[in-house]
């Protein structure tokens, strides 16, 4: 068995809406079947009894070792705790060739675990060992690492529980919840509208202190040390006993509180100068430690923190207590758990002198000794929920320091006997507060009710009704996806908003091209949704994209599926049908939201099957308003658009519109068919978005097919009488309805440029001309810049071959380069002719042939 290629689907796909890897495998005859391969499902099953059920698949098939590397991948990350559910093996044409497609949720995890099935595989078959303790223990650790913290997390499945919308920036805490315009960012609690200024004073802890004191908030009195000697000279200034920090420090390290001596303080200098250059030293407040979460302007959760401690049992040490206490599955060395493992370092040892103990010293029986003097999670502290207790004024003080210093998502750490009284009545204080405060402690409290902090940040965010979202339509199909997609956009502009799309030709944003690639893959349409200005995304949806990577989105409120034809990348990634491009093309369709639209071509039986499988409403549309679906489906209420007569109609039940096609320019007055489709497909797509009437017909009436809105999307030219037409058609059933448009116009004869794309069929080629000779009177054949694998002259024998036994044409040349053709052809053409040429570089040809045709009008004018 063999892996040749693993592959991430990032988004929906075209085997399920999960994130999932695609491992093309290849089995030998031998492995194709398990049941031939004496003792391997018994030594499997030895080695990793969670695999799944093969002997109820076995009963009603063969399997193969693909589909065992399917159901291990799987098991593996399940036995990890991962929550994965779907798998599936699905036999290529080719025998012995599968695709293994299983979920993950990281994605470092799955690609893992596919590696150690594979390994699983190999031990069985070889009857070797295979530590599975090791391989879970390895997945275990990379999902802790690689999954968001207990803190962002519970934001993020929150924004997912309100249908918010979210990606991860980085591989730590960074996210953007929504789109577009919608967005805000988050990292760990804190939110994109968290002043840096107010950060920054939450850092510095003496500043913090001067801004609440002047705000008449009770805080420790203290001050910067430059020095242990200075250190303990304050220590005598403020009073014994004292608490010793960093100025800068975070989640509790470095923090000695309680010290009573000058020996404990020159020890705890050193601890907090590890942490940060600048040590305070403040009055120690006698208390518990109190945690309150303040959000935008109130209070959402409190905890007490209790400090790491073990209890005596008169047998064992203090250290040997710890190490049971750390025995605890809840407790862990990082944020992933619900309590942290308590760790034995300088400030243990210090805090333990205090008492009298040492870590080899034998607590009796129920003695508690503190390991450290605060109570911070992230030591080994734990947490009881005491926000029902909150006394109001307690509470608004809370809410007043985070105001006080400008934090809208606050941890305020505070010290004081009770929270059922204020700070004042019994001489509390406000010892610290937190820019980006852990949550884990509200989430998972040691004791308590947990509080549902995520949900009160993802209100801060987006209130009640807003989910982030801004409108999208996805453009799918074999040809007309450029075209509608910008018809689309430029409707949606004429509204006010700011739009992005992303076409085969590049990426625009509101109007201006910002990439000018091949951009109709889920990167070039995730790049859009994190721009902040955009209101509505238009995305052409290609093929490759959607089998390479999936879509960039989990849904889209309309999706578009122009048509299905033949000749468009047939053999190329196991599509070897019009059913299998049709099946990649409805993934767009699959995933449309239950409120959205579906716009669908009734001509097409391929493309109008899809409604079947539909999750949302249906808007069919037809040049032929008689076609038996559509007539079926106005009687029935749905959306239907067609062409009467000179008009294209929307219409729905009682309701109909109107608009003459000789004021929508793109169709030529109604002389193009395509362009008539295209335009259904556009106005059906803005149905959908509940545009007004009046603006899509604006935006119809200014859309015109030529190369500044639509580049290479038949273009019109006057060449000094001749018409010229440059198209971007590039398979067979583009070429056909070319020729369909090019016979509706008068012409004293047909002249058409044509090049190949080498990494077609060479059946597909050939058709290409079979097409155009029974059209055209003159075809001149041109080799491309790239063959893309073809030999050197592969190309136009093939298409040379396709004219053997043309109706028309009559004339035959071959010339080398796209440009050398173009003048050869611009150079042939007499008044009253028609020219079509098939252009290969869109941008690059059409300055060429705009140039020549400018510099003919001017040779002509003078």
């Not at 695999?51 to 193969?64: D, E, F, R, T, W």
């Not at 959402?300 to 025995?327: C, E, F, H, K, Y």
């Not at 902040?532 to 238009?538: E, G, L, M, Q, S």
Request: a negative charge; glycine letters at 10%; one cysteine or more.
């Amino acid at each position: 068995m063999e892996i040749t290629r693993v592959r991430a689907l990032r988004g929906p796909n075209l085997w399920s809406r999960h994130t999932s890897l695609q491992a093309s495998v290849i089995c030998v005859p031998g492995e194709c079947d398990i049941s031939k391969l004496p003792e391997f499902e018994a030594r499997l099953r030895a080695r990793f009894p969670q695999v799944g059920n093969l002997q109820a698949i076995g009963q009603h098939q063969s399997i193969p070792l693909a589909q065992v590397l399917e159901l291990s991948c799987l098991a593996l990350q399940a036995n990890a705790g991962c929550p994965v559910t779907f798998s599936r093996t699905v036999p290529s044409r080719e025998a012995g060739v599968f695709q293994v497609i299983v979920e993950y949720t990281e994605e470092a995890v799955g690609r893992l675990a596919l590696q150690f099935a594979e390994s699983l595989i190999n031990a069985s078959l070889q009857n070797k060992d295979f530590d599975l303790s090791a391989a879970h223990a390895a997945l275990q650790s990379l999902d802790e690492d690689e999954r968001l913290g207990p803190s962002t997390g519970s934001i993020v499945q929150t924004a997912v529980a309100r249908g918010i919308p979210f990606r991860r920036l980085t591989s730590g805490s960074l996210v953007q919840l929504g789109w577009g315009r919608k967005q805000h960012r988050i990292q760990a609690a804190e939110i994109d509208r968290t002043s840096a200024i107010g950060e920054s004073i939450a850092q510095d802890k003496q500043l913090t202190k001067a801004l609440l004191r002047a705000a008449g908030i009770p805080v420790p009195t203290g001050r910067i040390v430059s020095s242990a000697a200075d250190a303990w000279v304050a220590a005598q200034e403020i009073g014994l006993p004292v608490v010793v920090k960093p100025r800068d420090g975070n989640q509790g390290r470095g923090v000695v509180v309680n010290i009573s001596n000058e020996e404990q303080l020159h020890r705890a200098y050193a601890s907090a100068r590890e942490e940060s250059r600048d040590v305070m030293v403040e009055r120690f407040m006698p208390g518990f430690d109190f945690r309150v979460l303040v959000v935008g302007n109130q209070v959402v959760a409190a905890a007490r923190r209790d400090p790491p401690m073990v209890i005596g049992d008169g047998v064992s040490t203090v250290a040997q207590l710890v190490d049971q206490v750390n025995a605890d599955p809840r407790r862990g060395g990082g944020h992933a758990h619900a309590l942290t493992r308590i760790r034995l370092d300088d400030i243990a040892t210090v805090t333990l002198e205090a008492q009298g103990y040492h870590l080899d010293f034998v607590p009796d029986i129920g003695v508690q000794v503190v390991l450290r003097n605060n109570g911070n999670l992230s030591t080994g502290g734990s947490a009881t929920d005491v926000t029902d207790d909150l006394h109001p004024d307690l509470a608004a003080r809370a809410v007043d320091a985070a105001r006080m210093i400008g934090l809208d998502v606050c941890g305020v750490d505070l010290v004081c006997e009770n929270v059922n009284q204020s700070l004042e009545d019994q001489h509390g204080g406000i010892v610290e507060l937190n820019a980006a405060p852990g949550l884990r402690m509200h989430l998972q409290p040691s004791y308590g009710k947990p509080r549902a902090v995520g949900e009160a940040i993802i209100a801060e965010l987006y209130p009640a009704g807003e989910d982030g979202r801004i409108p999208i339509v996805a453009v799918s199909g074999t040809n007309g996806k450029t075209t509608t997609t910008r018809l689309i956009g430029h409707l949606l502009a004429q509204s006010g908003q700011c739009v992005g799309i992303t076409t085969t030709d590049g990426v625009y944003i509101d109007g201006e091209r910002i990439d000018a690639d091949d951009c109709a893959g889920p990167i070039s349409a995730r790049n859009v949704l994190l721009h902040p200005y955009v209101d509505a995304a238009v995305f052409e949806t290609a093929r490759g994209g959607i089998l390479r990577q999936g879509l960039a989105f989990d849904r889209c409120d309309v999706a578009v599926v122009t048509n299905v034809g033949l000749g468009d990348h047939l053999g190329m990634a196991d599509i070897h049908s019009v059913e299998d491009l049709a099946a990649v093309k409805q993934v767009v369709v699959d995933n449309v939201a239950p409120q959205g639209m579906a716009v669908l071509n009734a001509t097409d039986p391929i493309v109008a099957r899809m409604a079947d499988s539909c999750p949302s409403a249906v808007t069919f549309f037809a040049l032929d308003k008689q076609l038996p679906l559509l007539v079926a489906r106005r009687e029935r209420g749905d959306r239907v658009i067609y062409v009467d007569g000179p008009d294209i109609v929307a219409e729905q039940g009682p309701f109909q519109w109107r608009m003459p096609l000789e004021r929508v320019p793109l169709t030529l007055s109604g002389k193009v068919d395509f362009q008539i489709e295209n335009v259904m497909a556009a106005v059906g797509s803005a149905w959908g978005l509940n545009l007004d009437w009046a603006v899509i017909e604006r935006g119809l009436g200014s859309f015109s097919g030529d190369a500044s809105m639509a580049p290479g999307r038949f273009n019109l030219f006057d060449y000094l009488g001749a018409t010229v037409i440059a198209d971007y058609g590039h398979n067979s059933d583009a070429i056909l309805a070319l020729c369909h448009a090019v016979q509706n116009m008068p012409a004293r004869q047909r002249l058409v440029v044509i090049s190949g794309a080498g990494d077609r069929r060479d059946e597909d080629i050939r058709q290409q001309t079979q097409i155009l000779g029974d059209v055209f009177d003159q075809v001149l054949l041109y080799q491309d810049a790239c063959q893309r694998g073809r030999a050197d002259g592969e190309v136009i024998g093939l298409l040379r071959e396709g004219l053997a036994g043309a109706q028309c044409t009559t004339y035959i040349e071959e010339i080398q380069g796209e440009f050398a053709a173009i003048d050869r052809a611009l150079a042939r053409l007499e008044p009253g002719d028609v020219c079509l040429i098939l252009i290969d570089q869109v941008d690059v040809a059409l300055t060429h042939l705009t140039e020549r045709i400018s510099q003919a009008k001017t040779a002509l004018a003078t």
